[in-house]
């Protein structure tokens, strides 16, 4: 069974960091184009950034421009969204997401094409 884990989250000061990470089991992470999606509470999902299979592609929601930094290590097989100057408007659930057929060097922020989501990691920022 295909599946998408995240992890790394967790509560934190406003300005802190955080760095989440994405992992797979099941298939190979490496020739997919990967997206981080977050839901805050009340809220629907938006796109936060993602990343192509070459990590050539990128992509960042204007909300988390210069703050967010999306990459990915091959030899690790993991996809990370290093987050820092983090906002209370940055709370909620994390996901990892893809869908398996796009070009892996096309990467896409529209969930409604997503065919894989991961379980979800909490963020909380708060004083």
């Known amino acids: 069974q295909s599946q998408l884990v995240e992890s790394g989250g967790g509560l934190v000061q406003p300005g802190g960091s955080l760095r989440l990470s994405c992992t797979a089991s099941g298939f190979t992470l490496d020739r997919y184009a990967i997206g981080w999606f977050r839901q805050a509470p009340g809220k629907e999902r938006e796109g936060v950034s993602c990343i192509s299979s070459s990590g050539g592609s990128i992509r960042y929601a204007d909300s988390v421009k210069g703050r967010f930094t999306i990459s990915r290590d091959s030899a690790k097989k993991t996809v990370y969204l290093q987050m820092n100057s983090l906002k209370p408007e940055d709370t909620g659930v994390f996901y990892c997401?893809?869908?398996?057929?796009?070009?892996?060097?096309?990467?896409?922020?529209?969930?409604?094409?997503?065919?894989?989501w991961g379980q979800g990691t909490q963020v909380a920022v708060s004083s």
């Open positions: 997401a893809l869908v398996w057929r796009l070009d892996p060097e096309i990467c896409t922020l529209a969930k409604g094409r997503i065919d894989l």
